[in-house]
């Protein structure tokens, strides 16, 4: 692994041209050119910080940009509420109603319950604020139930996910002694990729850690303590980290870690940067930033990531139910959809499935009752894509089919017949 050492924001932004520029200050009104690097984040503490050493009380944000990544997004709206909520600072916002930002959340993250998270069909591109364990469940369920259909994921990485979403949201409500989290997740289709960043205005690393056993000396100390095995504050068990950078290393991911004046950096390629005298919110409350991004078709060995600290089930309360008790699953496609009547629809069943064979490695009954009708495009994607994927004999090891009426089934078996037929004739 490659190291390089850098101190401050202003060497992390060494190369920047002036077209460049992430955040700008003009008396009161704060401008934030680009949410796309965690250096956006000190940037807009230091812009914020020396308005509030001017005298000003009341700031106007304005969002010129147009990238927006979760590790800053989240972590600029966290610290705008911990200025609001306890030094009475007033923020407005200048930003177009039709812009990302206005409608993820940024300007007043989303508090919702856990019945109302759980419903949620797509949880991506909006900024949660949380407080319990229940919107902790209910978030992590959110996110994986939406990527499981949204593309076929490698062996590995759904299990993988969903521990980093349950340990790194519960690291806040168990060490962080602020009462909230922020968490804000994005899918990007073209790379195939997600990325998630958790925040809290807690008390940070450094401060969790400098009164346990291990007692780091600096920040940057606290942050490389805290992702080996067992290192804690004694109040969990200390893997939450250091299984989060086991998993994103499995996965050739990326993981940046930034609490109090520190931070480090590791990229896919094996790098690792690290990051001295930034800016940060109090002596008292350092605060705390996890951005982590994982390949979603990159292979995760989750025996070898925990071979150390034991097995991890990975549960889903979602496939909990589908289980059967000869160790099958039945999905219930009527339930389990959102129509039948669109390519889209049938190819987010057929993710779904697909995902849920890798995870569970068992035999799945698609249960077709209470699906009176569907679209020529819904079975192809759905059925059809399906036999082509596993091949016949597979399909027809791991697949069983019920209470499909007759006229799904006529749709269904000439789908599959064009396109064997298609594939056969490719051949030729």
Not at 46 to 56: D, F, P, W
Not at 68 to 95: Q, T
Not at 111 to 116: F, L, N, P, Q
Not at 360 to 387: R, Y
Request: hydrophobic residues 35%; glycine residues 8%; charged residues 20%.
């Amino acid at each position: 692994m490659h190291l390089r050492t850098m101190t401050g924001d202003k060497i992390m932004e060494k190369n920047a041209s002036k077209k460049e520029l992430r955040v700008t200050r003009k008396n009161n009104r704060i401008t934030i050119h680009r949410m796309n690097h965690p250096s956006c984040v000190s940037s807009f503490l230091r812009a914020l910080q020396r308005g509030i050493a001017k005298g000003y009380r009341a700031f106007s944000v304005e969002w010129i940009g147009d990238l927006v990544f979760p590790d800053a997004c989240v972590p600029i709206a966290g610290i705008i509420a911990y200025y609001k909520e306890n030094r009475h600072i007033d923020f407005s916002y200048v930003l177009s109603e039709d812009s990302y930002l206005y409608h993820c959340g940024f300007t007043e993250p989303f508090i919702e319950t856990a019945e109302v998270i759980e419903s949620e069909p797509y949880p991506f591109d909006k900024l949660y604020r949380y407080n319990n364990s229940s919107q902790v469940a209910a978030l992590t369920q959110a996110y994986i139930n939406c990527i499981s259909r949204q593309t076929e994921c490698s062996d590995g990485v759904i299990t993988g996910l969903i521990w980093c979403l349950n340990e790194i949201m519960d690291n806040v409500l168990v060490h962080s002694e602020s009462g909230c989290g922020y968490v804000m997740a994005q899918y990007h289709q073209a790379k195939k990729v997600i990325a998630i960043c958790v925040y809290d205005n807690g008390i940070g690393i450094y401060n969790s850690l400098k009164k346990s056993p291990h007692r780091p000396r600096t920040p940057i100390d606290a942050i490389s303590l805290a992702i080996q095995e067992g290192v804690g504050d004694g109040k969990g068990q200390g893997n939450g980290l250091f299984g989060l950078y086991q998993i994103v290393t499995e996965n050739n991911g990326g993981l940046n870690i930034t609490s109090g004046s520190a931070s480090m950096m590791w990229s896919s390629d094996g790098e690792m940067k690290k990051y001295e005298n930034l800016p940060y919110i109090t002596r008292d409350y350092n605060a705390t930033a996890i951005d982590y991004r994982l390949n979603l078709g990159h292979d995760i060995n989750i025996q070898k990531a925990f071979k150390s600290i034991g097995g991890f089930d990975g549960f889903d309360i979602r496939l909990d139910y589908m289980l059967q008790d000869d160790n099958t699953i039945k999905y219930d496609i009527f339930s389990n959809s959102m129509g039948t009547a669109t390519r889209e629809s049938g190819a987010f069943l057929r993710n779904d499935i697909l995902n849920i064979l890798t995870r569970m490695n068992t035999g799945i009954i698609l249960d077709f009752a209470g699906v009176k009708t569907v679209s020529s495009s819904f079975a192809d994607e759905l059925i059809a894509k399906l036999v082509l994927r596993l091949g016949i004999i597979k399909f027809n090891q791991v697949i069983r089919i019920i209470n499909m009426n007759e006229n799904v089934k006529f749709l269904c078996e000439r789908s599959i017949y064009m396109r064997i037929h298609e594939a056969w004739k490719a051949l030729q």
